[in-house]
């Protein structure tokens, strides 16, 4: 067996016996709630509220006197339909807040509780339980109708025509459904819907992430049917229960009576007795009155009143006040510095834009227009502008068909080849125009927030713990961060370049100044190096580089010795990397912890 089989052999009995300590750690309900558990509560509560929605709407149907004709007529069909449809009110102005990005940037940014900057981290899984529950109340309510339209047309009752919505007893319920305006709004909205919701995949989301922004562009569309959904009148109330309450009796006109004399004539005629006289005061009421409610007057129906723009109405108006705001302010000019091309395909740019702040941890939307006038894309702010450097660096890492088309655009106006190592660009080429919208806020901007914090990052997932360590390098900031734990894994020692500088010079400048217990920094290499190859390569000789260990780390070592250095106090665990990485350290983190540790687990994600 040669050495690099028994790196690999050896690699991966390592990894399966992290696997197992890590699923052996025995969670604590404390720190499970602290770690993200209020997301599952906080589903828990909202399933319940619109549950109780569906329920007040569906018995509110069966109960109201109202619909009592409407009722006869389609049963339960008008119970579930009117159940699902509340359930959409609601969840379709909710769920527009999370997208608010601004809003929730704002008050980001305030000095809050922990777990509140918790719950406007979560504005994506918000977003998402709310679009699920569209989607299931979306289902019960094409069903629900599906049914009207066939008890319209089976049950049509020709002495009430104002409720029916069939012209005749018989007629296709598929003819009811496509002749009105509901039953057509209703149709393009489910496609519509359906057309969202597929293109919301992940998989769709990575490999095309222009699709997914252009369909979810069709939710002005589906918002504009949803308020007509209702226009066409189809369900209908009565609205004078005063003088006719449903189901009276009603009378037909009494025919002309004859003359005293001719009656009686007719009596004696008949051999039948006088009749006998009835005194009004001494009666009954039952005597002289029936006990059954007669009508007064026929009934009177109207179209049933839409509440739909009562519900978003607000929402949308704010969401639209803040696009307008985003669309205003992004506008303003972007100033290429410079662009560096680095290896394992990540790109360097280096912006400036006036008035333009930003903290470690946030990340900014960049548009290209030479490339697509729509689509906006996330990526993490790696050096924030300070007073003497006003400018900003993005590394964009080259996945998937936007990132792919920069990075040739990039390199036509360079005219320089792709496999070039590190490429600077002069201010004089044309180079495509940019536009940055943000910055916005993210779960790492609260490293500098505790004593003791623990940065986690696997690949190109470093990006945001660059930022803290370039505002550690220029003391930009004043926090009560007192040590620094970097964690750093990649399958390429390449990736290291990146930000070999910074790290080198970052820690330098910390031995320096006699703290060098401030910064602990840990590399880890998961792809075993190839035979024959040298270790360290030249380019990392610096010594904080010489410490290079092969292999996936074991975090559950880390942590312990992270939580036994500093027992007793609450530390920041921040990840940014693959998902089996996030989970791996969301499980230890909570794991019960020896010396009342608490590890607040932080996963950066864009929404």
Same mark, same amino acid.
Not at 136 to 148: E, R, S
């Given at each position: 067996?040669?050495?690099?089989?028994?790196?690999?052999?050896?690699?991966?009995?390592?990894?399966?016996?992290?696997?197992?300590?890590?699923?052996?750690?025995?969670?604590?309900?404390?720190?499970?709630?602290?770690?993200?558990?209020?997301?599952?509560?906080?589903?828990?509560?909202?399933?319940?509220?619109?549950?109780?929605?569906?329920?007040?709407?569906?018995?509110?149907?069966?109960?109201?006197?109202?619909?009592?004709?409407?009722?006869?007529?389609?049963?339960?069909?008008?119970?579930?339909?009117?159940?699902?449809?509340?359930?959409?009110?609601?969840?379709?102005?909710?769920?527009?807040?999370?997208?608010?990005?601004?809003?929730?940037?704002?008050?980001?940014?305030?000095?809050?509780?922990?777990?509140?900057?918790?719950?406007?981290?979560?504005?994506?899984?918000?977003?998402?339980?709310?679009?699920?529950?569209?989607?299931?109340?979306?289902?019960?309510?094409?069903?629900?109708?599906?049914?009207?339209?066939?008890?319209?047309?089976?049950?049509?009752?020709?002495?009430?025509?104002?409720?029916?919505?069939?012209?005749?007893?018989?007629?296709?319920?598929?003819?009811?459904?496509?002749? %009105?305006?509901?039953?057509?709004?209703?149709?393009?909205?489910?496609?519509?819907?359906?057309?969202?919701?597929? %293109?919301?995949?992940?998989?769709?989301?990575?490999?095309?992430?222009?699709?997914?922004?252009?369909?979810?562009?069709?939710?002005?569309?589906?918002?504009?049917?949803?308020?007509?959904?209702?226009?066409?009148?189809?369900?209908?109330?009565?609205?004078?229960?005063?003088?006719?309450?449903?189901?009276?009796? %009603?009378?037909?006109?009494?025919?002309?009576?004859?003359?005293?004399? %001719?009656?009686?004539?007719?009596?004696?005629?008949?051999?039948?007795?006088?009749?006998?006289?009835?005194?009004?005061?001494?009666?009954?009421?039952?005597?002289?009155?029936?006990?059954?409610?007669?009508?007064?007057?026929?009934?009177?129906?109207?179209?049933?009143?839409?509440?739909?723009?009562?519900?978003?109405?607000?929402?949308?108006?704010?969401?639209?006040?803040?696009?307008?705001?985003?669309?205003?302010?992004?506008?303003?000019?972007?100033?290429?510095?410079?662009?560096?091309?680095?290896?394992?395909?990540?790109?360097?740019?280096?912006?400036?834009?006036?008035?333009?702040?930003?903290?470690?941890?946030?990340?900014?939307?960049?548009?290209?227009?030479?490339?697509?006038?729509?689509?906006?894309?996330?990526?993490?702010?790696?050096?924030?502008?300070?007073?003497?450097?006003?400018?900003?660096?993005?590394?964009?890492?080259?996945?998937?068909?936007?990132?792919?088309?920069?990075?040739?655009?990039?390199?036509?106006?360079?005219?320089?080849?792709?496999?070039?190592?590190?490429?600077?660009?002069?201010?004089?080429?044309?180079?495509?125009?940019?536009?940055?919208?943000?910055?916005?806020?993210?779960?790492?901007?609260?490293?500098?927030?505790?004593?003791?914090?623990?940065?986690?990052?696997?690949?190109?997932?470093?990006?945001?713990?660059?930022?803290?360590?370039?505002?550690?390098?220029?003391?930009?900031?004043?926090?009560?961060?007192?040590?620094?734990?970097?964690?750093?894994?990649?399958?390429?020692?390449?990736?290291?370049?990146?930000?070999?500088?910074?790290?080198?010079?970052?820690?330098?400048?910390?031995?320096?100044?006699?703290?060098?217990?401030?910064?602990?920094?840990?590399?880890?290499?998961?792809?075993?190096?190839?035979?024959?190859?040298?270790?360290?390569?030249?380019?990392?000789?610096?010594?904080?580089?010489?410490?290079?260990?092969?292999?996936?780390?074991?975090?559950?070592?880390?942590?312990?010795?992270?939580?036994?250095?500093?027992?007793?106090?609450?530390?920041?665990?921040?990840?940014?990397?693959?998902?089996?990485?996030?989970?791996?350290?969301?499980?230890?983190?909570?794991?019960?912890?020896?010396?009342?540790?608490?590890?607040?687990?932080?996963?950066?994600?864009?929404?």
């Amino acid at each position: 067996m040669s050495r690099q089989q028994q790196q690999g052999s050896m690699h991966q009995r390592q990894n399966a016996s992290n696997s197992r300590q890590i699923r052996k750690s025995r969670v604590s309900i404390c720190s499970w709630l602290r770690n993200g558990g209020f997301k599952y509560i906080f589903a828990t509560i909202w399933l319940a509220l619109n549950a109780g929605i569906f329920c007040w709407s569906f018995y509110l149907y069966k109960l109201d006197v109202r619909y009592h004709y409407l009722r006869q007529m389609i049963g339960m069909g008008l119970y579930l339909s009117r159940g699902s449809a509340s359930v959409i009110n609601v969840n379709a102005a909710v769920i527009l807040l999370p997208m608010c990005r601004s809003i929730f940037a704002i008050f980001r940014s305030k000095h809050m509780h922990r777990s509140t900057r918790r719950l406007f981290d979560s504005a994506k899984f918000i977003h998402i339980l709310c679009a699920l529950l569209i989607c299931i109340a979306t289902a019960i309510h094409c069903v629900a109708h599906f049914f009207n339209a066939f008890n319209f047309s089976r049950q049509y009752n020709s002495e009430f025509p104002d409720v029916n919505v069939a012209q005749y007893r018989g007629q296709s319920p598929c003819w009811i459904i496509f002749s %009105t305006v509901p039953g057509v709004t209703g149709c393009v909205m489910v496609v519509t819907l359906t057309a969202i919701v597929l %293109t919301s995949c992940r998989a769709v989301r990575t490999s095309r992430h222009e699709l997914f922004r252009y369909s979810h562009q069709l939710f002005f569309l589906f918002y504009a049917l949803l308020v007509s959904h209702s226009l066409g009148g189809v369900l209908k109330e009565q609205c004078n229960v005063a003088v006719h309450s449903p189901g009276c009796i %009603t009378i037909p006109e009494p025919m002309a009576e004859p003359e005293p004399e %001719t009656y009686l004539l007719m009596r004696e005629y008949r051999g039948l007795q006088p009749e006998p006289e009835i005194n009004m005061i001494n009666s009954e009421p039952d005597d002289i009155v029936n006990q059954t409610t007669v009508c007064i007057e026929k009934p009177v129906f109207r179209s049933h009143q839409s509440e739909t723009w009562c519900f978003i109405l607000i929402p949308a108006c704010l969401y639209l006040i803040e696009r307008l705001w985003r669309a205003i302010r992004s506008r303003q000019p972007v100033d290429v510095i410079s662009i560096r091309m680095h290896p394992c395909d990540v790109i360097e740019l280096e912006l400036m834009q006036d008035d333009f702040s930003a903290k470690p941890g946030q990340y900014v939307l960049l548009q290209c227009p030479h490339i697509s006038q729509l689509e906006w894309h996330p990526f993490t702010i790696t050096s924030c502008p300070t007073k003497s450097k006003p400018t900003f660096k993005l590394h964009i890492r080259v996945r998937g068909d936007w990132t792919v088309a920069l990075q040739e655009d990039l390199l036509k106006s360079s005219g320089t080849m792709k496999d070039s190592k590190v490429k600077d660009f002069q201010e004089t080429l044309e180079l495509p125009r940019f536009y940055v919208d943000g910055p916005y806020g993210s779960p790492s901007e609260d490293v500098f927030r505790y004593r003791t914090s623990v940065c986690i990052a696997g690949g190109v997932g470093v990006t945001p713990y660059a930022a803290v360590l370039q505002a550690l390098l220029d003391e930009s900031r004043k926090s009560k961060l007192r040590r620094l734990y970097f964690i750093w894994v990649c399958r390429d020692w390449e990736c290291f370049i990146w930000f070999a500088e910074l790290i080198s010079t970052l820690h330098k400048k910390l031995w320096d100044s006699n703290r060098p217990d401030f910064l602990v920094v840990r590399l880890y290499l998961s792809k075993p190096s190839k035979s024959g190859e040298e270790w360290p390569p030249p380019v990392l000789q610096q010594p904080v580089f010489s410490r290079i260990e092969q292999g996936r780390p074991n975090f559950k070592e880390l942590l312990d010795e992270v939580t036994l250095c500093n027992s007793g106090s609450d530390i920041g665990v921040f990840v940014c990397g693959p998902r089996k990485l996030s989970q791996k350290v969301h499980r230890l983190c909570n794991a019960r912890q020896k010396n009342k540790t608490k590890l607040h687990f932080n996963k950066e994600t864009f929404s």
